[in-house]
């Protein structure tokens, strides 16, 4: 029976490559080897919690191992083996490193179930390390929301982006750098775990508007190129790249203002029961 192939340009895709190949270089392993670690050790803080009598929200857990899991299919799977063949799927490839995968892995607050769940030893090296100067300028607003865009443009509008087509090694950091960038971008946007700039809800959403054109300008500049950004892709795969990347990340940001109203509102309510108590409680003479 034929492989389904998939319309994407240069080249064909094949589905069953797509859903059933497994990447075997030794990063890929290597990669693969952190990921369940990190499951791992996850699932055991959560256990730790329980057996103290503490329950930890399942959907942080389940949010933990989805966002693990994207990182394995952006990298990992049978998607990884066109990611330096189609620019299509090359930006999906993008768009589930530093949007998807980091906004499961930062709505399932790691640090706070670390802090909760180790030792007295490792809670004060924890705390120390987040409350370094080094924590505290990644963790900046203006800081991620300038990494994160400017990633974007520089790989996708500069050389940087056929030097990664040309050298593998270099192709592997950029995966790493880009979920890095998204990690931080989205943990200071809608984390939950604790960090230096707690930024208002309503800042944070014009932090997030702000980003609207500068996405919008990237997915209009790629879809209008008459020359391909790549030897390695026809000009046809990088306009239907670029209206990806501009479609998605508008959903993206639609997905995390949605986030924020819900938070929000969460905040607000608790805001309101404890301003409920305090009415409730009675007033002693001194």
Same mark, same amino acid.
């Given at each position: ?5 998939? =319309? ?38 959560? !256990? ?86 080094? #924590? ?5 607003? #203006? ?6 865009? =400017?990633?974007?443009? $520089? ?39 604790? %960090? ?15 980003? %609207? ?10 879809? =209008? ?31 995390? %203002?949605?986030? $924020? ?19 409730? !409680? ?5």
């Amino acid at each position: 029976m034929p492989d389904l192939l998939l =319309s994407i340009p240069s080249p064909p895709v094949k589905l069953s490559v797509l859903l059933s190949s497994i990447q075997t270089d030794p990063l890929s392993f290597v990669a693969l080897t952190l990921e369940v670690v990190s499951i791992l050790l996850y699932l055991w803080g959560v !256990r730790v919690l329980k057996a103290r009598g503490r329950q930890w929200p399942r959907l942080r857990t389940v949010s933990f191992l989805a966002g693990v899991a994207v990182v394995f299919i952006a990298t990992g799977s049978g998607l990884a083996a066109y990611d330096d063949s189609v620019f299509t799927l090359h930006v999906v490839q993008h768009l589930m490193l530093m949007n998807l995968a980091p906004i499961f892995i930062a709505l399932s607050a790691p640090v706070t179930l670390l802090l909760q769940a180790s030792k007295r030893t490792v809670q004060t090296t924890a705390i120390k390390f987040l409350h370094s100067k080094f #924590i505290a300028l990644l963790t900046f607003p #203006i800081f991620a929301w300038l990494l994160n865009y =400017s990633t974007m443009y $520089i790989y996708f509008l500069t050389p940087v982006y056929q030097l990664s087509i040309e050298h593998p090694l270099f192709h592997d950091y950029t995966h790493l750098h880009f979920l890095i960038a998204g990690l931080i971008f989205w943990t200071t946007l809608i984390g939950i775990d604790p %960090i230096r700039w707690k930024m208002p809800y309503g800042a944070k959403l014009a932090y997030l508007l702000a980003g %609207i054109p500068f996405g919008t300008f990237l997915g209009i500049a790629l879809t =209008s190129v008459r020359t391909s950004i790549s030897p390695a892709h026809t000009v046809t795969d990088i306009h239907i790249g670029g209206a990806v990347l501009w479609v998605f990340g508008e959903i993206f940001t639609v997905g995390a %203002i949605a986030i $924020i109203f819900f938070q929000w509102a969460r905040h607000e309510e608790r805001l309101a029961i404890r301003a409920d108590r305090d009415l409730d !409680r009675p007033v002693t003479n001194g």
